[in-house]
């Protein structure tokens, strides 16, 4: 492959990364034996050139110039260097596969060095390529592009991956499910509290993951009461929840009590079922009319106005007579 060629291929490729991975979070769920474990990846502008195999000119101005000419067309055969054709050719074969490794993951692995100058450390793929990553500051990044079965570069055994989940770096929660083995049952896992934590409830519950039996109803003090400004004064009513200190309303009237169910479930961490309970629970209450009825400003006292003394006529008074 020359250089021509391969600047064809980096700019089809920067495209799919740009849309699969660019600025994301992929989140690996493998079993280990009959343990489940995960690695959290991340993929960032500067990672792609990595994965391409080739070197740069100084001409460009780094790893994230690069990707960002390869994205937008402005890459040239001037502008990089192939030292050995035969591996670009293998890498830019790779890339078909690896630039939507979040859908075609199928095995994560450990390294193994037979001896070239080639150093990563966990691999994640399929019998057709894989990626390599090594660990920076607790999330693995992406620094090697292979074509291959993966299980050709790992130490024996490789773990079959069971979930993959994606997320923007941003986003503190994985919700996005992009991989789900059929053979295997959620409801019956044993997780990581740490890779649960990771999880949005809502993926947990599409899942079917078991939420972790710490919260019953009884850990939650349940007040029905009017909306202040109601908009139906029949039927306008909050659940007014404390729960450690902490208290939080939710409609469960008009018609939207789906809407607090999920709220609730994702604020507390607890299954829809506890979360129908404690709405049914308000429901069932009398309502407090308290927070509608809006207080009257009390009245300043009155001020009393003092009055000169005025004596009583004396009924016994007689004239003085001279």
């Known amino acids: 492959m020359d250089n021509k060629q391969a600047v064809t291929e980096i700019t089809k490729h920067a495209q799919s990364y740009k849309n699969n991975l660019l600025d994301k979070n992929l989140l690996f769920v493998f079993q280990n034996g009959k343990s489940i474990e995960f690695i959290e990846t991340e993929f960032t502008d500067r990672r792609y050139l990595h994965l391409t195999g080739v070197e740069i000119t100084k001409n460009v101005g780094g790893a994230s110039m690069f990707f960002q000419m390869a994205e937008n067309g402005t890459l040239n055969e001037t502008l990089i260097k192939i030292n050995a054709p035969k591996i670009i050719d293998k890498k830019m074969s790779a890339l078909d596969q690896t630039m939507s490794i979040q859908t075609t993951a199928r095995e994560v692995g450990d390294f193994q060095n037979n001896g ?28 090697t592009n292979l074509q291959g079965d993966v299980r050709l570069f790992s130490k024996n055994p490789t773990f079959p991956i069971i979930l993959t989940m994606r997320k923007e770096i941003e986003d503190e929660k994985y919700s996005e499910i ?8 959620f409801s019956d896992g044993k997780y990581p509290q740490e890779m649960l934590d990771l999880m949005t409830v809502k993926a947990k519950n599409q899942l079917q993951i078991p939420f972790p039996d710490i919260k019953t109803l009884e850990n939650f003090n349940v007040k029905r009461v009017m909306d202040e400004d109601p908009i139906d004064k029949e039927k306008h009513y909050y659940a007014v929840l404390e729960h450690e200190g902490e208290h939080k309303r939710y409609e469960i009237l008009n018609g939207i009590e789906n809407a607090s169910i999920t709220a609730l479930c994702e604020d507390f961490a607890i299954s829809v079922k506890l979360a129908r309970e404690i709405l049914d629970k308000a429901e069932e209450q009398e309502p407090d009319h308290s927070k509608s009825e809006k207080k009257q400003p009390d009245e300043p006292p009155k001020k009393q106005i003092d009055e000169p003394n005025k004596d009583p006529p004396d009924n016994d008074f007689e004239p003085e007579i001279e």
């Open 116 to 143: 070239g100058n080639l150093y990563t450390e966990k691999l994640s793929g399929s019998a057709k390529a894989c990626l390599g990553f090594i660990l920076d500051d607790k999330k693995y990044i992406p620094n």
């Open 178 to 185: 992009t991989f789900k083995s059929p053979n295997f049952s």
